[in-house]
């Protein structure tokens, strides 16, 4: 933190004082004219929380895709299927089982399997060819979307949310001052709440992964350079498994929980493929923390789109890709290699 604030004082300076605004609007009493200006502050509050709440959502599918895509250098243009995939297992096995957290792990564990089963017959054979993995995973994600299509139809289903994490909790955020000068306070849902504390804890961990521990000095190594870490004795082939296990497996778990605050139906693999890019490409590739700031920037820009300015949210956000692609290509939280 330091260092960017020696390296970048005017952009230091831009963030203290969007932060300090931020957090102004959200604690503070709105007026008649802000409100005139903005709208009301409980509409304003949802799209905040809800922005923070689906980049959370961004952040558990793009998080396992900076890993494959980012750090392995594996184009897998079906991780949205890996997404659809895990959320479909999910409600069947909640429907068979009733646990929300028995459809977590089953949905986490057969995606895992499936990108095992990926890597070995698919990837491992196409090491450094781009071009050809990408039709292949594409070829790869329309099959998929036949083979869930011929198994759960076209319907929509929704993962059922669990007792413990039903019914909205109340925040300490006022919106709005009755005549007798009671405050209304903000109500959420829990179940929203949850997924962020849950990507927040999983962010922290891959990231200590990564950086503290021998498994991720063994994957950066082997990226960097994979014929000497092979001559050391390290079995590379089997790291790479694991890692591309744990970032589908991470697309599967994040298909329930999408699939419980939200929706599953055909073309949301699609859909969430093109949103993992554009984190993915806004934060940098093969960073935790830009998958972070990356997911956080689009699904702000799509709650705040949807609700101030309708008719342009959908070319939001690829107008914040192409700003950043042009003032900093490599991301805005690359690694630095």
């Not at 990108?115 to 050809?132: K, P």
């Not at 859909?271 to 960073?287: C, E, T, Y």
Request: aromatic letters at 10%; charged letters at 10%; glycine letters at 12%.
């Amino acid at each position: 933190m330091r260092a960017f604030v020696e390296r970048r004082p005017i952009w230091s300076l831009v963030i203290l004082v969007a932060v300090a605004l931020l957090l102004w609007l959200v604690f503070a009493v709105w007026t008649p004219g802000m409100e005139a200006a903005l709208g009301r502050k409980r509409v304003f509050l949802s799209a905040l929380l809800n922005g923070i709440t689906l980049g959370a959502l961004y952040f558990l599918v793009a998080s396992g895709f900076t890993l494959i895509f980012g750090l392995m250098r594996n184009v897998n243009l079906a991780h949205g299927s890996l997404y659809l995939l895990g959320g479909y297992l999910g409600w069947s096995v909640g429907v068979a089982t009733g646990s929300w957290a028995a459809a977590l792990i089953a949905a986490f564990l057969v995606v895992a399997l499936v990108g095992v089963l990926m890597q070995v017959f698919l990837f491992r054979w196409m090491e450094g060819q781009d071009l050809r993995q990408t039709l292949v995973t594409i070829g790869l994600s329309i099959v998929f979307a036949d083979l869930l299509l011929w198994g759960y139809g076209g319907d929509t289903f929704q993962v059922e949310t669990p007792a413990w994490l039903a019914g909205p909790v109340q925040l300490p955020l006022a919106v709005a001052v009755r005549s007798n000068g009671e405050a209304v306070m903000m109500t959420y849902p829990a179940l929203r709440l949850a997924i962020f504390c849950g990507a927040v804890v999983v962010g922290i961990l891959m990231w200590l992964a990564l950086n503290r521990t021998r498994v991720g000095m063994l994957v950066r190594a082997g990226v960097d350079d994979r014929d000497m870490l092979s001559a050391t004795g390290v079995r590379v082939q089997l790291v790479f498994v694991m890692i591309f296990a744990f970032g589908a497996g991470l697309a599967g778990l994040a298909g329930v929980v999408g699939g419980t605050f939200q929706s599953l139906q055909p073309g949301e693999d699609t859909k969430i493929l093109l949103s993992s890019l554009v984190v993915v490409i806004v934060g940098g590739m093969g960073s935790i923390p830009g998958a972070a700031v990356g997911a956080l920037i689009v699904g702000l820009a799509e709650q705040f789109g949807s609700v101030y300015m309708p008719t342009y949210a959908v070319m939001l956000t690829f107008l914040i890709m192409v700003a950043v692609l042009a003032v900093r290509p490599q991301g805005l939280a690359a690694v630095r290699r």
